[in-house]
T-cell receptor, first 116, second 112 residues
Framework: DTGVSQDPRHKITKRGQNVTFRCDPI?????LYWYRQTLGQGPEFLTY????????KSRLLSDRFSAERPKGSFSTLEIQRTEQGDSAMYLC??????????????FGPGTRLTVL | KQEVTQIPAALSVPEGENLVLNCSFT??????LQWFRQDPGKGLTSLLL?????REQTSGRLNASLDKSSGRSTLYIAASQPGDSATYLC???????????FGKGTTLSVSS
């Protein structure tokens, strides 16, 4: 257990439905990241927050995806009008940004999304 | 665009063998390189982080090296055990020093 939690762990939905995932980072961590991982691939970056500010979004994050981190604590990732291609493991990670560059990122267990 | 490649994609060894996993990256302008372990259906566990100014890091039976100029890193596992069976992922931070860019991983199977 890294201290990063994600909810739910599994989600099955029908195409066209909206889904929302939650991530609770380690409490003192100011940076929070979202990644997506499909079978046989490494995780791919989606977006990240420094406190409550969303600082970078990948081109993978289409307009159907939105992420928030109110008050710089937990974060939510919402996917609207889900498509079968959205089926993947969604991973959250957090870290303390102490120096330029990236410090060790601690990953949660992930939310596995299946779109039927 | 930074690309990370891991070779081999899969590896099977008998218990007790020493082994080396390879990682290469195309852009040497990185800040850090990390090795992670991922068990099936689970999240990632950080194993070792090597800062760009360092050449290697060690933790128990694991030793990771970094040759930034040639764009290569290796993860050495000594005296492998069945519990080491997992997928090992290599990741570097991108030029902006924000998100991690991952390879596809090497799936290791250690038989008893």
């Amino acid at each position: 257990d890294t201290g990063v939690s994600q909810d739910p762990r599994h989600k099955i939905t029908k195409r066209g439905q909206n889904v929302t995932f939650r991530c609770d980072p380690i409490s003192e961590h100011n940076r929070l990241y979202w990644y997506r991982q499909t079978l046989g691939q490494g995780p791919e970056f989606l977006t990240y927050f420094q406190n409550e500010a969303q600082l970078e979004k990948s081109r993978l994050l289409s307009d159907r995806f939105s992420a928030e981190r109110p008050k710089g604590s937990f974060s939510t990732l919402e996917i609207q009008r889900t498509e079968q291609g959205d089926s993947a493991m969604y991973l959250c990670a957090s870290t303390i940004a102490r120096t330029a560059g990236t410090d060790t990122q601690y990953f949660g267990p992930g939310t596995r999304l299946t779109v039927l | 665009k930074q690309e990370v490649t891991q070779i081999p994609a899969a590896l099977s060894v008998p218990e007790g063998e020493n082994l080396v996993l390879n990682c290469s990256f195309t852009d040497s302008a990185i800040y850090n390189l990390q090795w992670f372990r991922q068990d099936p259906g689970k999240g990632l566990t950080s194993l070792l982080l090597i800062q760009s100014s360092q050449r290697e890091q060690t933790s128990g039976r694991l030793n990771a090296s970094l040759d930034k100029s040639s764009g290569r890193s290796t993860l050495y596992i000594a005296a492998s055990q069945p519990g080491d069976s997992a997928t090992y992922l290599c990741a570097v931070d991108n030029q902006a020093g924000t998100a991690l860019i991952f390879g596809k991983g090497t799936t290791l199977s250690v038989s008893s």
